[in-house]
C-alpha cells in the first residue's frame, strides 16, 4: 500500500483553507503552531482513514529527510505522534515508534524557489539511508508541513524502491498543491509571508515557543554582518551558543557562505571562557 493524505488543497493563488501567517511563523520556529497544525492533520485524518490505523502492525512515523538539525516538519512530525499514540492507548494499541530518514549533505539554495526539476536535482545529489529492516512489514507514515511539486515524496518513494522496502506507506501533508498551474515559488509566499526580515525573526525568536529548524538555522548563517549583529544583540546567548552546537554538527562550518558568522559565534565562545 503506497497512499496519500493531504489536509488543506491549494487550488488558487490566492485562496486558502489555512493560515499563510502561521504557515509562516512555524516554518521560522514556532512550535505553538507545529502543535496546532498536528492536532488538525491528525483529526483531519482520523475522520478521512481511521480504517488505515486499524491494523496489527507497528506503526512508524517519519518526518522528512534531515541530518542532524531537525527541519520544521520534524516539529510537526513530533506533535502529530503525541496525538497519535494518545488515540493508539485509547484503542488498547502499542504506540507508535519515531524513525527518520537520514541524509549526508546541506545545502544553502532556497528550495521554495524552485521547479521540480530543480528540486529533484538538487536532492538527487544528496545521499540518504534509510533501516529496511526495522520497516519490514511495518505501516509507515511519512509527514511533511506542504507538498508543491511532490519532488520529497519522489525521491521518498526512490529510496523506498533501492532499498527495497517491504512495508505499507502513508504521506501526510498540511497542505497539498493542487493546481499545477500556479508557480511553484508559491512555497516562498507562504514561507516568507509573516517572517519577511531579521526583525520580524527576532520576534518569533524571543517567544517561549521558539526552536532552531534548519531553516532558521540557515537564515541566520547567511546574514550580513549588520544584520547579524543585530539579531545577536537582541537574543539571548544560549540561543547562539544553541546555534553554533547546531551549525557544527550539520556541518555548516565547512560551507564557505556561513564562515563569516559561524566565526563570530566562536569568538564569543572563546570570550566567555567555553
Given at each position: 500500500?503506497?497512499?496519500?493524505?493531504?489536509?488543506?488543497?491549494?487550488?488558487?493563488?490566492?485562496?486558502?483553507?489555512?493560515?499563510?501567517?502561521?504557515?509562516?511563523?512555524?516554518?521560522?520556529?514556532?512550535?505553538?503552531?507545529?502543535?496546532?497544525?498536528?492536532?488538525?492533520?491528525?483529526?483531519?485524518?482520523?475522520?478521512?482513514?481511521?480504517?488505515?490505523?486499524?491494523?496489527?502492525?507497528?506503526?512508524?512515523?517519519?518526518?522528512?529527510?534531515?541530518?542532524?538539525?531537525?527541519?520544521?516538519?520534524?516539529?510537526?512530525?513530533?506533535?502529530f505522534k503525541k496525538k497519535?499514540?494518545?488515540?493508539?492507548?485509547?484503542?488498547?494499541k502499542k504506540s507508535s515508534?519515531?524513525?527518520?530518514?537520514?541524509?549526508?549533505?546541506?545545502?544553502?539554495?532556497d528550495y521554495g524557489n524552485?521547479?521540480?526539476?530543480?528540486?529533484?536535482?538538487?536532492?538527487?545529489?544528496?545521499?540518504?539511508?534509510?533501516?529496511?529492516?526495522?520497516?519490514?512489514?511495518?505501516?509507515?507514515?511519512?509527514?511533511?508541513?506542504?507538498?508543491?511539486?511532490?519532488?520529497?515524496?519522489?525521491?521518498?518513494?526512490?529510496?523506498?524502491?533501492?532499498?527495497?522496502?517491504?512495508?505499507?506507506?502513508?504521506?501526510?501533508?498540511?497542505?497539498?498543491?493542487?493546481?499545477?498551474?500556479?508557480?511553484?515559488?508559491?512555497?516562498?509566499?507562504?514561507?516568507?509571508?509573516?517572517?519577511?526580515?531579521?526583525?520580524?525573526?527576532?520576534?518569533?525568536?524571543?517567544?517561549?515557543?521558539?526552536?532552531?529548524?534548519?531553516?532558521?538555522?540557515?537564515?541566520?548563517?547567511?546574514?550580513?554582518?549588520?544584520?547579524?549583529?543585530?539579531?545577536?544583540?537582541?537574543?539571548?546567548?544560549?540561543?547562539?551558543?544553541?546555534?553554533?552546537?547546531?551549525?557544527?554538527?550539520?556541518?555548516?562550518?565547512?560551507?564557505?557562505?556561513?564562515?563569516?558568522?559561524?566565526?563570530?559565534?566562536?569568538?564569543?565562545?572563546?570570550?566567555?571562557?567555553?
Open positions: 500500500m503506497n497512499t496519500r493524505y493531504s489536509l488543506h488543497k491549494i487550488h488558487a493563488a490566492d485562496e486558502f483553507s489555512f493560515s499563510p501567517a502561521e504557515y509562516s511563523y512555524f516554518k521560522y520556529g514556532d512550535k505553538s503552531y507545529a502543535e496546532k497544525f498536528a492536532q488538525e492533520l491528525f483529526d483531519g485524518f482520523i475522520e478521512e482513514n481511521e480504517a488505515f490505523l486499524a491494523t496489527d502492525k507497528e506503526i512508524v512515523i517519519l518526518p522528512s529527510p534531515y541530518m542532524a538539525i531537525p527541519t520544521a516538519s520534524n516539529f510537526l512530525c513530533f506533535y497519535l499514540d494518545f488515540y493508539l492507548f485509547q484503542k488498547g515508534i519515531i524513525s527518520k530518514i537520514n541524509r549526508n549533505h546541506t545545502y544553502i539554495t524552485l521547479n521540480f526539476e530543480d528540486r529533484k536535482n538538487l536532492i538527487a545529489n544528496d545521499t540518504y539511508y534509510i533501516d529496511k529492516d526495522f520497516l519490514k512489514g511495518k505501516l509507515c507514515i511519512f509527514i511533511d508541513d506542504i507538498k508543491i511539486t511532490g519532488s520529497h515524496e519522489y525521491t521518498v518513494n526512490k529510496i523506498l524502491d533501492q532499498y527495497d522496502v517491504n512495508a505499507d506507506f502513508v504521506f501526510l501533508y498540511y497542505a497539498e498543491l493542487m493546481n499545477f498551474d500556479i508557480d511553484p515559488t508559491i512555497e516562498n509566499y507562504f514561507n516568507y509571508y509573516a517572517v519577511k526580515n531579521v526583525e520580524h525573526v527576532v520576534e518569533v525568536m524571543v517567544k517561549p515557543s521558539f526552536e532552531f529548524n534548519t531553516r532558521i538555522v540557515k537564515y541566520i548563517l547567511g546574514l550580513d554582518s549588520e544584520k547579524f549583529e543585530y539579531l545577536t544583540s537582541k537574543v539571548g546567548k544560549e540561543h547562539m551558543d544553541n546555534l553554533l552546537e547546531l551549525s557544527i554538527s550539520n556541518n555548516y562550518h565547512l560551507i564557505k557562505e556561513y564562515e563569516n558568522n559561524i566565526n563570530i559565534l566562536t569568538q564569543t565562545e572563546l570570550y566567555y571562557g567555553y
